[in-house]
T-cell receptor, first 115, second 111 residues
């Protein structure tokens, strides 16, 4: 099994540019989560989906952030326009049926640097 | 906002010693999980304990949960250099899918 796949692994961009992060969850998993990790704020849940439907986006910092899940095997997190304070490692995770007792499987993360 | 606070923030021990990490949380939960993160990697699930359980074991891991004190501990026995990582507790509540992660403990195991 390939596990959760994220791309790109590293992204360096300039302030004001659009950034798109991609995630492929584990096949058969029905829930997908986007997290952001920084030294200052730790690991924060941005948004999660159940069966491709966004359930809770209360962690999305502001309107510059948007996430989509057009099908069960693909999700994107977009930042437009990007700012230096968005620099962080972004993780995608998936779980089988979305219960809080489920194990979440994390991808390797995308390290974003906004100059 | 963070639900769990780990203590200590950092821990350095020698190989063969036991490592104990603590997690405190604020609201009612139905389960608590521990995850490990190696440097530059994603988190990996270690163990889950439900709110009606007090202790669980998995290999060299022992987890306790005290819901009256809203706290949990993770004990790693006979530590190895490969255990060097950050360890996070995560709490789940109700029927919601989401977990809330703590601040993490950085464990360094030296030879």
């Amino acid at each position: 099994d390939a596990g959760v796949i994220q791309s790109p692994r590293h992204e360096v961009t300039e302030m004001g540019q659009e950034v798109t992060l991609r995630c492929k969850p584990i096949s058969g998993h029905n829930s997908l989560f986007w997290y952001r990790q920084t030294m200052m704020r730790g690991l924060e849940l941005l948004i999660y989906f159940n069966n491709n439907v966004p359930i809770d986006d209360s962690g999305m910092p502001e309107d510059r952030f948007s996430a989509k899940m057009p099908n069960a095997s693909f999700s994107t997190l977009k930042i437009q326009p990007s700012e230096p304070r968005d620099s962080a490692v972004y993780f995608c995770a998936s779980s089988f049926d979305g219960a809080s007792t489920d194990t979440q499987y994390f991808g390797p993360g995308t390290r974003l640097t906004v100059l | 906002s963070q639900q769990g606070e780990e203590d200590p923030q950092a821990l350095s021990i020698q190989e063969g010693e036991n490592a104990t990490m603590n997690c405190s949380y604020k609201t009612s939960i139905n389960n608590l999980q521990w995850y490990r993160q190696n440097s530059g990697r994603g988190l990996v699930h270690l163990i889950l304990i439900r709110s009606n359980e007090r202790e669980k074991h998995s290999g060299r891991l022992r987890v306790t949960l005290d819901t009256s004190k809203k706290s949990s501990s993770l004990l790693i026995t006979a530590s190895r250099a490969a255990d060097t990582a950050s360890y996070f507790c995560a709490t789940g509540a109700g029927t919601a899918s989401k977990l809330t992660f703590g601040t993490g403990t950085r464990l360094q195991v030296t030879l």
